[in-house]
């Protein structure tokens, strides 16, 4: 039972999102996504549409996700991989190297972008045809 864990705010859930957990969730067998808290995204200075509870209740009917858990802060992976037993470290590539603090607790892998999508682009649009 190879079991993957991956990190993200997954507002406003689009393709890119879906293809990145598609691809994170082919490499084993279970797949954890620690979703970022809204105070967590404070600190990431991003502004969600969607609450905590919205963003995981989306995640949650998402047929490659079996488990969603909040994250807090910057500090808790090597907890979490620990704690999950995580076999595989999986986040997009404009991550690349931020993470490899993790190699020496699980594999780490960081997988193509899907370009030309994104949850700001996605809103920013809506906005303006929403005017
Ligand atoms: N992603 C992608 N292609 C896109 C947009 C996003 O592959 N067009 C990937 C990102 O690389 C990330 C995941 O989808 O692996 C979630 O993206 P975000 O919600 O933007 O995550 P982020 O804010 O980068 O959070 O501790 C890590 C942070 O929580 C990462």
């Known amino acids: 039972m190879k079991r993957v ?15 990145l957990l598609k691809r994170a969730k082919a490499l084993g067998d279970y797949l954890i996504v620690v979703l970022s808290s809204d105070e967590f ?6 502004k969600s549409y969607y609450t905590y509870e919205q963003r995981k209740t989306i995640l949650e009917a998402c047929r490659y996700v079996d488990l969603v858990i909040p ?3 910057w500090e808790q992976k090597i907890e979490d991989v620990q704690k999950y037993q995580a ?3 999986v986040m997009g590539d404009d ?7 993790l190699k020496e607790y699980c594999e780490v892998v960081y997988l193509p972008r899907t370009p030309d999508v994104s949850s700001t682009q996605t809103k920013e649009h809506l906005n303006k045809i929403a005017k």
């Not at 991550?95 to 603090?101: C, I, R, V």
């Open 5 to 19: 864990i991956t990190y993200g705010t997954y507002d406003v859930l689009h393709y890119g999102h879906i293809n």
């Open 41 to 46: 995204n404070a600190i990431k200075n991003k």
């Open 71 to 73: 994250e807090y802060n």
């Open 87 to 89: 076999d595989i470290f």
């Open 95 to 101: 991550w690349e190297g931020k993470f490899d603090f």
